[in-house]
């Protein structure tokens, strides 16, 4: 099944997704202005209230966003006659059926460049078999908030949180040469150079 959520007009505190024992659900409301750049999302989780508010965080940014309850129902969506792509695959990790991994690398078999978003609570699993993620996939934990999500997905897509910010330059910033012997090593080189 799939449709875009429309948003509702109140606003989201940035609360923690799942709330455990001694968790307060006290947040300041999210104020950050929607990005310039739509993309399109294909969120996937198997528990219907997690579905639902996954997405409707991320409808506050400029994201088109499918959805399915399921890895098979998401695989249906991908075979749908007309389907644009996705540019990112926001998915549960631990799915009966089909588990996130299994949805990505389907998804991902189709529309290579997609990025991948996994949320879970056994962030263990993840790594199962694996050394680490592959390029463009990143992982989430659960309990996160509003704010979590909506900065998970924009440093994947685009590499920083705000459109107006550049993600800075190491080899500006000073502090960065607090080491003498690294930048004596670095000057050694930068001199063997200009004399050859």
Same mark, same amino acid.
């Not at 799942?18 to 310039?36: H, N, Q, V």
């Not at 198997?46 to 996954?54: G, H």
């Not at 940014?61 to 890895?71: C, L, Q, T, V, W």
């Given at each position: 099944?799939? $449709?875009?959520?429309?948003?509702? +007009?109140? !606003?989201? !505190?940035?609360?923690?997704? =799942? +709330?455990?024992?001694?968790?307060?659900?006290?947040?300041?409301?999210?104020? @950050?202005?929607?990005?310039?750049?739509?993309? @399109?999302?294909?969120?996937?989780?198997?528990?219907? !209230?997690?579905?639902?508010?996954?997405?409707?965080?991320?409808?506050? /940014?400029?994201?088109?966003?499918?959805?399915?309850?399921?890895?098979?129902?998401?695989?249906?969506?991908? /075979?749908?006659?007309?389907?644009?792509?996705?540019?990112?695959?926001?998915? /549960?990790?631990?799915?009966?059926?089909?588990?996130? @991994?299994?949805?990505?690398?389907?998804?991902?078999?189709?529309?290579?460049?997609? @990025?991948?978003?996994?949320?879970?609570? *056994? %962030?263990?699993?993840? &790594?199962?078999?694996?050394?680490?993620?592959?390029?463009?996939? #990143? &992982? =989430?934990?659960? !309990? *996160?908030?509003?704010?979590?999500?909506?900065? #998970?997905?924009?440093?994947?897509? &685009?590499? $920083?949180? %705000?459109?107006?910010?550049?993600?800075?330059?190491?080899? +500006?910033?000073?502090?960065?040469?607090? +080491? /003498?012997?690294?930048?004596?090593?670095?000057?050694?080189?930068?001199?063997?150079?200009? =004399?050859?």
């Amino acid at each position: 099944m799939s $449709h875009r959520m429309a948003a509702d +007009d109140s !606003p989201l !505190p940035n609360v923690a997704l =799942i +709330d455990r024992p001694g968790s307060t659900t006290a947040g300041a409301p999210l104020e @950050r202005p929607p990005l310039e750049v739509r993309r @399109r999302l294909l969120v996937v989780d198997d528990e219907p !209230p997690v579905l639902n508010l996954v997405k409707r965080i991320l409808s506050t /940014d400029n994201y088109e966003i499918r959805s399915a309850e399921s890895g098979p129902v998401a695989v249906r969506l991908l /075979d749908e006659p007309g389907f644009p792509g996705i540019d990112l695959l926001v998915t /549960d990790l631990m799915m009966p059926g089909m588990n996130g @991994r299994e949805l990505a690398a389907i998804v991902r078999s189709r529309y290579p460049s997609t @990025r991948v978003l996994y949320q879970t609570g *056994f %962030a263990d699993a993840l &790594f199962s078999g694996v050394q680490e993620l592959g390029d463009g996939e #990143a &992982f =989430i934990e659960k !309990p *996160f908030g509003a704010e979590g999500l909506l900065e #998970a997905t924009r440093l994947l897509m &685009f590499g $920083h949180i %705000a459109d107006d910010q550049v993600p800075p330059d190491k080899r +500006d910033d000073t502090s960065e040469w607090k +080491d /003498d012997r690294l930048r004596s090593k670095v000057v050694r080189l930068l001199r063997r150079w200009k =004399i050859g």
